[in-house]
């Protein structure tokens, strides 16, 4: 009987299968690489999307809700004095401090010209967090105004977090006191235009939208009628220009965590659109570039978050 002989594998059988093996494990590699780049991206734009989302709402609430005056409430007709503030406010390119009155105790900038949003509102029911049915934008409760209760805020601005990242902030003031709460992480910009109502008399027709800083220097540019310092602060609440706001325009500008797009093309960001960037180039924040982020930033998911909301009441 011939006995075969056993051989085993040459060398080069080895180095083929070795190479082969290889191959196939890098090619496996860059499948899970590109599906795992996939997933974060895909995570990264969700997290955006709902982020965005949740912001508008929680704006759209405050400014519908904005000038709100319960008529049932003996304190309606004082509500609607002539010489009360404005029910709307805000800053352009500022952040505010957490603990300040208000939008008073103004902070620097903390997000490329970011704005601050202040909208004012009676609330309903007894006592300081009234019956639940007026909630400022942090879900509170604020009761109806009295001697001792003033109207409920919802203040909107960005701030930093403690680790740096910008973050839309509510500020609110609650029986202990004023606080804030963050909304949404990730914010390269707050943008806020303001429809006014230009016609004599008032239509309730937005004929322009102008940001802070030119309703505030058409206030300025008043002439107020008074002997004394509170005699010319009654008279300014008078005829501001703010009592004129019947419509909010909102921008926000996110970003994810982290870079996960795949792309390296330079996206600039129109929060307006291409023509009020370029005939109000003076409005910081209104156009973002990602040159202006550091590389390590500048390739994250981003997107632009808008709405226009019409004031139900009127701004006074």
Not at 46 to 60: F, K, Q, T
Not at 131 to 154: H, M, Q, T
Not at 159 to 169: F, I, M, N, V
């Amino acid at each position: 009987m011939k006995r075969s002989r056993q051989r085993g594998w040459t060398i080069i059988e080895l180095v083929i299968a070795t190479g082969l093996g290889l191959v196939l494990t890098l090619l496996a590699s860059g499948l899970l690489l590109a599906t795992s780049g996939s997933y974060r991206s895909h995570s990264e734009n969700a997290w955006i999307n709902d982020g965005g989302r949740y912001a508008l709402e929680i704006i759209s609430q405050a400014i519908r809700q904005g000038a709100y005056v319960n008529w049932d409430s003996k304190e309606a007709p004082a509500e609607l004095a002539a010489h009360d503030p404005a029910a709307i406010a805000g800053l352009d390119a500022s952040s505010i401090s957490k603990a300040s009155d208000g939008i008073d105790g103004v902070a620097p900038d903390v997000a490329n010209g970011s704005d601050v949003l202040a909208v004012r509102f009676s609330g309903y029911g007894e006592g300081a967090n009234g019956d639940g049915s007026a909630l400022n934008c942090a879900g509170f409760g604020v009761g109806a105004p009295s001697a001792v209760i003033e109207r409920g805020w919802s203040i909107f601005y960005v701030g930093a977090d403690a680790g740096g990242e910008p973050e839309l902030r509510c500020k609110y003031r609650s029986a202990a006191g004023w606080g804030a709460d963050a909304i949404v992480r990730g914010v390269d910009s707050f943008q806020v235009l303001y429809g006014l109502d230009s016609d004599d008399p008032a239509d309730g027709t937005p004929n322009s939208f102008v940001n802070a800083t030119a309703i505030n220097d058409m206030d300025a540019a008043l002439a107020l009628v008074g002997a004394t310092p509170e005699e010319l602060r009654r008279d300014l609440h008078r005829k501001t220009h703010w009592k004129r706001v019947c419509s909010v325009k909102v921008a926000l500008l996110l970003h994810g965590e982290s870079n996960t797009r795949a792309d390296t093309v330079v996206r600039r960001f129109d929060l307006f659109g291409p023509a009020y960037s370029e005939g109000h180039g003076g409005d910081l924040g209104v156009r973002i570039g990602e040159e202006i982020f550091p590389a390590t930033q500048r390739w994250r998911a981003r997107r632009i978050f808008g709405m226009t909301v019409a004031l139900r009441n009127r701004g006074g």
